[in-house]
């Protein structure tokens, strides 16, 4: 047993020679001044008192969302009053045009590293689609689609902005709930479909130089981490027995050999994102949980680089959710999309329609009309809890 240990430590103790870090993960600044940034300015905004009530739309799901922001409803002009500062901004931001807008790298990855108020970004949306929400009910069709118009600049702004993978995330959210809003317009005033179609709405080649953007972030944040553990700066924290864990996994840790590890699987993933298609990153992640384990044990195990490949196991496989969330917020805009289109259709033509416009389409799997004339969309599981059946529907159209 003792020559198995020292044998592996042996494996173990010499580093491989460094590489150059591969030039598509490096993040790049976006040109933006900072006295332009609508990004900096919104996340400028200092936070209200803690005891102010927040301003937010409630999370709801298709035909719930009706009856979820009715309740929630009374309270919004309150949460407006308590956010008016931010309100301000957001308004003035997204008024009538795409406000230049670009997440701020920092000037170093790790720990430490501060991030922006990406609270104030989900407070400006929930400002907008409240607005647009109560002028709907108040029946202003054309207020509603107004306060929509800003919300779509917002969105719009923050997804072709973001940089880092929560920054993306905070964009998918935004979109998600514009979308949810927008489906309870539409409903309740048909007459705006042709305004709302207008609107502009995420595309795969938005999704595809997000997707690359927030990869790169995400990769130099690994190798910030790498690089703290081997030199032990991520256990100077540590006391007891975690102290001498962490020391023993830094001795062992390989930093040029684990650096390189996953700046491959990053270089993998990009190679796997398409202008043309939000699907692919995803069923490069199926084909990769498909493929036989490269490990002794399973993953988890190699002899060579033992610390490097279970940092890398514990770290990666949340990734697959990600790409899958922003698919689904392609294929959910693009149904949107068909479902504002068939509204000027006969009722008896719209499946057939439907059919000759998703065929050969991730679509053609996915979305569907029921004999109700409902809409549904089977989605993508986004987490290893969530379900392959979740959809999402649209209401059918009056006839």
Known sequence: MLLVVLAWVASNWRDTEPQAWPEVLTPRAMAVADADNFFIALTAVPAVEAKAPRLHLPPCAGADCVAVWRTAAPDWASQRQAHAALGAV????TRSSVPAAAEPLPPTFGLDTELPRFQNLTGCSAWLLT???EASSANQPDAAVAKLAQSARLGTAVFNGSQSLIGHMIALGIWNRHLQALQVIA??????TSALQALPLPTALQTAAAQRRWVAYEASFNRSMVRMLGSGDACRTEVGFSAWHCRTGAAFSLPNYSEQLFSAHWVQVLSAVRDDDAMSAVEYWGRRASAPPSGLFGSWWHWRGTVAHMMFEVAMPGSKAYFARSANLNISAQATQ???ASKSLPAEARSAWLAEQIKATPLAERLTIDNQGQWQLRAL????????????QWPAWPI
Do not use: I, R, V
């Not at 409903?187 to 705006?192: E, F, R």
């Not at 986004?382 to 059946?389: G, I, L, N």
């Open 381 to 392: 599981p986004d987490t290893a809890s969530s379900s392959a059946k979740a959809t999402t």
């Open 187 to 192: 409903a309740q005033h048909p007459g705006t």
């Open 90 to 93: 957001c308004e003035a931001g």
């Open 338 to 340: 068909l479902w504002l």
């Open 131 to 133: 607005l647009a929400l």
